[in-house]
């Protein structure tokens, strides 16, 4: 499965940005290979409606869950809509690396 975390840079050892539509990175992860992939957002900058167009680049990713600090209500309508799971960490200082290791650990539960 493929799972997305926002990310605020193009590292393992970035941190968890808070913000889901204006994140500066997704790390896409896939449980399956093990393999990350870093997109940069191209919608943070947007003046308006930055949540549903990350919402629309998440899903011709191709991620089935998506791990952010918090989410507005107009994206978990859409997400709701297309199946996929939403994951919140209140903890801005996790490392996508730490993010990465809570998932692996919970799939082999």
């Known amino acids: 499965m493929k799972i997305a975390i926002t990310s605020?840079?193009?590292s393992l050892d970035s941190?968890?940005?808070s913000r889901f539509g204006r994140c500066s990175y997704f790390v896409v992860y896939d449980t399956v290979t093990g393999s990350t992939e870093f997109?940069?957002?191209?919608?943070k900058?947007?003046?308006?409606g930055a949540g549903p167009a990350s919402v629309?680049?998440?899903?011709?990713?191709?991620a089935k869950k998506v791990v952010s600090g918090e989410?507005?209500?107009k994206v978990k309508a859409i997400f709701?809509?297309?199946?996929?799971?939403l994951v919140v960490?209140?903890?801005p200082d996790k490392k996508v690396s730490d993010i990465i290791e809570i998932l692996n650990r919970n799939n082999h539960n």
């Open 8 to 10: 605020t840079g193009n």
């Open 15 to 17: 941190l968890i940005d």
């Open 39 to 43: 997109v940069p957002n191209k919608n």
């Open 45 to 48: 900058d947007n003046i308006e």
């Open 56 to 62: 629309q680049l998440i899903a011709t990713l191709g």
């Open 71 to 73: 989410f507005g209500a």
């Open 80 to 85: 709701d809509q297309l199946q996929v799971q």
């Open 89 to 91: 960490i209140n903890d």
